[in-house]
């Protein structure tokens, strides 16, 4: 996991085949952790998201361990998901979310729909303050 808070975490996988699972180039010295939140970079490559504003990738299917050999890792890009909000972040149902640091989601703002920052649609709503999860639909709004 890339910091302490965990990434998402499954709560039903959508389309055909379930999850509709896409591969990416990774990073061999880089460990991932099976959930976290990715970002694409240029020659579809994934990494963990560390900041806000970066374009969505997708979640990580299974666990990459650092200097495995590993240089693929395939990503869930469609379900229902439990995501952490960011504390500082309201969101209301029906509201579009974006990345807000590492496994961390916020309200999007229009900046994120032209950027590919777009993660999914909340399918609940959370006030202010840490620690909350709200189940988000990705890539099926």
């Known amino acids: 996991m890339a910091s302490g808070t965990s990434g998402a975490a499954i709560i039903e996988l959508c389309g055909q085949p379930k999850g509709c699972p896409i591969r990416f180039t990774v990073a061999d010295n880089t460990a991932i952790a099976k959930g976290d939140l990715l970002q694409i970079e240029d020659i579809r490559t994934a990494s963990i998201n560390t900041t806000v504003g970066n374009p969505f990738a997708g979640i990580a299917a299974t666990e990459k361990e650092a200097n495995d050999g590993q240089v693929t890792l395939g990503v869930w890009t469609k379900g229902i998901f439990d995501l952490h909000k960011d504390p500082d972040s309201v969101i209301s149902i029906g509201d ?3 990345m807000s640091g ?23 709503a959370a006030a202010t303050g840490s620690g909350e999860v709200i189940a988000v639909a990705v890539g099926i709004y």
């Open 102 to 124: 590492c496994n961390l989601i916020r309200t999007a703002v229009e900046a994120d729909f032209s950027g590919g920052n777009v993660v999914g649609k909340a399918l609940e």
């Open 96 to 98: 579009f979310v974006a």
